[in-house]
């Protein structure tokens, strides 16, 4: 076990040392992606327009507890609406609402038009916040095309080239203050300060202007509005935005703020303030009546000249003026309750109601509900800027105060009832009083009708006047609920875009990265032969060698070059051949390959030069007879070979030629046969074979393609060694398949794998390290100069103007 364990782990690390291997070799690749992605870094960072990020804080007063309250809802009883029993997400909905955002929006004139400078290459833009040259001054009563680019070019201090796109196709030269209009716009371009005024040489001297739609605008600063709470329990908001300008993001937080707090003091002013308005109203109504009073008072008392009253008048009066003064109050409560019932028929929002408490009623049961009403109001105004009309709360809110509405109608209905039945009583009171003041002297009974109507009026409109003080001080003590901690301050702003540094190191990873994938992918899907391991995952037949790329003109260059790497590898499959046959020697070895263009002829042909070479007498046969190929190698005629000695048209002698090279003859296939399977299945065959055995030391069979004809498999019983050749980075992996069927079907003996055409950039199982099958390898000194170039020699050289 620990063994096996221990080959695993090897194997493992011998795949990732490949791997890098690899990867080191196509280091160029990695130079491209490095250059290429921190070029586009730089070129982010130089040209990318910056975005600042920029916050202030609100401290937000939690009233749930009904603590803390203003000067307001301590003075009036029965004030407990002021107790909005807001939370602090309600007040973030708040802040985030479109209607908060467009009001300080509005507010915000210098965002009505965005200025935009280009710079000299058109490439870069940047933002102008109160730093234009120019302003453009628009006319708000007409239409103005929102949201199209105005271009300005600069041409002096007096004239500019006007220029509008958009399909309008509009190019002037235009003064500044000269009126520009058409159907889309109506605006005057205005040097901000002419007499100092001068273009910039050094710059495009090109702006552009938007008019920006209050609408989309409102919307873009809603969605970028960010709001973090200090802690769970806390009530400290931190609001922040992102932009190009931190000036502009700073204005527009510190606006939001102030017109949060505006609102919400003004949501607290606006029942002092309904209440000063009913008051005032009844006040018109009582000073009238007052000053008739006061003047009939004087005349009668002038014109009598009557100063008071007897004894029996003043208790007659005393009486009539209480009985006046409860149907007064009455009067009162009774428009009261009027107001409030049209108000609660007719508004659906109960914010500014006037409380019964203002108006001097202490009625327990309709105060506890107008204050119900009017806090589930308050819930329903929070909850509306979180939630839709849909949602389940709201419904539930919304049905709880239909409930309360119709409580408090009730209660109205029931109070004007009991009301004018005490009016009533209080009528039949007065008539049966004025029965006995008509008992009195004329003249007293008229003063005390005078002096009663005055001192009446003068009560009603010394109480109101009350009432209305009171109000008066509420609302000039009510304080905002929340307020700023800290404001918006631009030189706080903090630069969120481009991040040089990250960009950098973004561009580092993926720089490294994106070569890697690359050649990890085309691993997972090259479906070619690239790796011993590619082999021996799917036979367990041997892999007799692996010849390098032929880089020589020569077909035969283990002859031309008996030095080269190439002639090397040849040598050391020549010897694992021999060590195949250690106990029956190896005289006759086909080569064969699967499909064409393998490079078995190659192989076949450098194989038998390399066993001439050792001293045997080496015979190359060309039993390819579809398609003859070894006689071109050798520059001979193929008028005569195998074919036509097969035929009885040629002796056994006459077909084998002598070549150029010592001890190295051939038989070329000679004219192609109709009928190639059958001649080579013939006895003659046979006698062939028998003739080469007896008269040669080694015998090379150069055979077709196996998995096109079955002219090897006749052949194979013939040969003491069988060697497909498969070829690098051409050759399937499903071949081997088929390879190792052969050996185990077809039982073909002494069955080796060679693979071919082996490049050293992608290949790391063969090449120069490969030797006698031991794992000895020498050095490039002594095989003698190669002539192949490694992909990094030939980078190397056109570095320094040479082509290899």
Known sequence: M??????????????????L???????????????????????????????????????VRD?????????????????????????????????????????????????????????RRGIKEAKLYNKSPFIVEYDT??????????????????????????????????????????????????LRNPSTFKPDENNSNKYYFIINDLNSLTNAYKGKLGITVNDKKGSILTLTVSGFVAEQEADYLNKLSEVYIRDGLEIKNKTAEKTIEFIDSQLRNIIDSLNVAEKDLQDFRTNNQVIDISKEGQAVYNKLETF???????????????????????????????VPSIIGISDPVLSATVNKLVELNSKKTSLKFTVTESNSSMELLNAQIDAARSELEENIYNLIENTQMTLDEIEKHITQTELDLRSLPATERQLIQIQRMFNLNNEIYNYLLEKRAEAGIARASNIADNRILDYAMPENAAKVSPKSSLNYMVALVLGLMFPVIVILLLDFFNNKIVDKKDIEDHTRLPVLGGIGHNVTRTD??????????????????????????????????????????EGKTFCATNLAAIFSMSGKKTLLLGLDLRKPKIHKVFNLENDKGISSSLIGNNS???????????????????????????????????????????????????????AIVTDPILLSKYSDTNIFVVRQNYSNKNVIQLIDDLHHKIKLKKLGILVNDIKLNGYYGYGYNYGYGYGYSYSQEYYGEDEEKSRLGKIRDLFKGKMS
């Open 2 to 19: 620990e063994n096996t364990d221990q080959i695993y782990f090897e194997e493992e690390n011998i795949d990732i040392k490949k791997f």
């Open 21 to 59: 291997i690899r990867i080191l070799k196509n280091w160029y690749w990695f130079a491209i992606s490095l250059f290429i992605t921190i070029t586009v870094a730089y070129l982010v960072n130089r040209y990318s327009e910056p975005i600042y990020s920029i916050s202030s804080t609100v401290i």
């Open 63 to 119: 009233d749930t507890k009904g603590k803390g309250l203003s000067g307001a809802e301590q003075m009036l009883e029965g004030m407990e609406m002021f107790r909005s029993r807001k939370n602090v997400y309600n007040e973030i909905g708040i802040l985030q609402s479109y209607k908060l955002t467009n009001r300080a929006l509005k507010e915000l004139k210098d965002f009505e038009i965005t200025y935009i400078k280009v710079g």
């Open 141 to 190: 009563s007409k239409a103005q095309a929102k949201g199209h680019p105005v271009y300005i070019t600069i041409l002096s201090p007096e004239k500019y080239i006007l220029t509008i796109n958009d399909g309008m196709g509009i190019k002037e030269e235009m003064r500044f203050g000269e009126q520009f209009e058409n159907e889309s716009f109506n605006f005057t371009v205005k």
């Open 324 to 354: 006046q003064t409860e149907k007064v109050t009455l009067n009162i409560q009774l428009n009261y309750y009027e107001y409030l019932l049209d108000y609660v028929k007719k508004r659906n929002n109960y914010s500014d109601v006037i």
């Open 556 to 597: 035969i260059p283990v002859a031309s070059n008996p030095k080269s790497s190439l002639a090397e590898s040849f040598r050391s499959l020549r010897t694992n051949i021999q060590y195949m046959g250690a106990e029956n020697p190896v005289k006759v070895i086909m080569v064969s390959s699967t499909i064409s263009g």
């Open 652 to 706: 056994f002698e006459d077909i084998i030629l002598s070549t150029s090279y010592e001890n190295l003859f051939i038989a070329p296939s000679g004219p192609i046969p109709p009928n190639p399977a059958e001649l080579i299945s013939t006895e003659k065959m046979k006698d062939f074979m028998d003739f080469a055995r007896n008269n040669f030391d080694v015998i090379i069979m150069d055979t077709p393609p196996v």
